[in-house]
């Protein structure tokens, strides 16, 4: 699970209407990136009550800016998302406090709790009253000199493509291994025999195997995993309509994987180690019957 953390260093002298666009905006994206993400975001973590936050010197409350909002619908959401508080319920403390500071329009503010965000991989959720807090990283300083640098959600459509890009890569890379390699390959179906071939692999080799695939998506064809007859071939048997690919590895194992590719769905049929021509050739023949299956 990912956190959200209200960003409170953004006391300010702006009208309270202004305040309360900024908190609809930033809404609205945070509403883009869970449904992006789904269940991996839940809600944004306060250190108060939303009623005991204050947002401007007219001691306009953050429980006042949800109020406000005048989408019923938005302001349900709003209420229901800003319910984690206190901020020790979620986040974690076990390493070695420092005094954290961050600059805002020429004024030194404290940041523990932004740090704390960091420390914890999480993600602040901010309304943006000052224009310097229209990044998508703020840096955080420490007594020790220490700079940390914290992912930041502000209200901004590019800027909310750049934290749907960040969590959905912090996804990937919790994933074991053949669920990362599944979800790089996208739309896919596989046999027992991949799956049980790509688990014995070792890890670095399962390893070697993503960033193979990845490379051939990397090449931007018309297709993800066109045959260019140097990283992937086409290896279809003379008899046969149904496509067959084979993807090389040469280090630090030399692999083979057979798959097909049809309209943009992935069929992946087997991972051989490369033997001789002969070997190869049945190996080949099998892999496009088990293709074959995939289409009856």
């Given at each position: 699970m990912i956190y959200f953390y209200f960003n409170d260093c953004i006391y300010s002298n702006l009208d309270k209407y202004i305040i309360l666009d900024m908190l609809k905006n930033t809404l609205l994206e945070y509403k883009n990136v869970k449904e992006k993400v789904k269940e991996n975001i839940d809600g944004i973590v306060t250190n108060n009550e939303p009623s005991k936050i204050i947002l401007n010197n007219s001691n306009f409350t953050l429980k006042d800016c949800i109020t406000s909002l005048p989408d019923r619908d938005l302001r349900n959401n709003a209420f229901s998302l800003f319910r984690k508080y206190h901020y020790d319920n979620f986040f974690a403390f076990d390493f070695e406090l420092k005094?954290?500071?961050?600059?805002?329009?020429?004024?030194?503010?404290?940041?523990?709790?932004?740090?704390?965000?960091?420390?914890?991989?999480?993600?602040?959720?901010?309304?943006?009253?000052?224009?310097?807090?229209?990044?998508?990283?703020?840096?955080?300083?420490?007594?020790?000199?220490?700079?940390?640098?914290?992912?930041?959600?502000?209200?901004?459509?590019?800027?909310?493509?750049?934290?749907?890009?960040?969590?959905s890569k912090q996804i990937l890379e919790s994933l074991p291994n053949f669920e990362k390699f599944i979800s790089t390959i996208g739309d896919c179906k596989y046999s027992d025999k991949f799956e049980k071939s790509f688990k014995e692999l070792p890890l670095n080799m399962q390893e070697t195997l993503i960033l193979s695939f990845q490379k051939a998506i990397d090449r931007k064809g018309n297709t993800k995993f066109y045959a260019d007859e140097d990283l992937i071939k086409d290896v279809t048997p003379s008899s046969s309509k149904y496509k067959t690919y084979e993807l090389r590895i040469f280090n630090p194992m030399a692999l083979r994987i057979y798959f097909n590719e049809s309209s943009n769905f992935t069929f992946l049929a087997s991972i051989e180690k490369k033997p001789n021509p002969k070997v190869q050739d049945n190996d080949i023949v099998t892999a496009n019957k088990i293709i074959k299956q995939f289409f009856e």
């Open positions: 005094n954290y500071t961050i600059e805002i329009n020429n004024s030194i503010s404290d940041a523990l709790f932004i740090a704390i965000t960091d420390i914890n991989n999480g993600i602040l959720f901010t309304i943006p009253t000052f224009t310097c807090l229209k990044q998508n990283i703020l840096e955080i300083n420490a007594d020790n000199y220490d700079i940390l640098k914290v992912f930041n959600l502000y209200g901004n459509k590019e800027n909310t493509e750049f934290i749907i890009n960040l969590i």
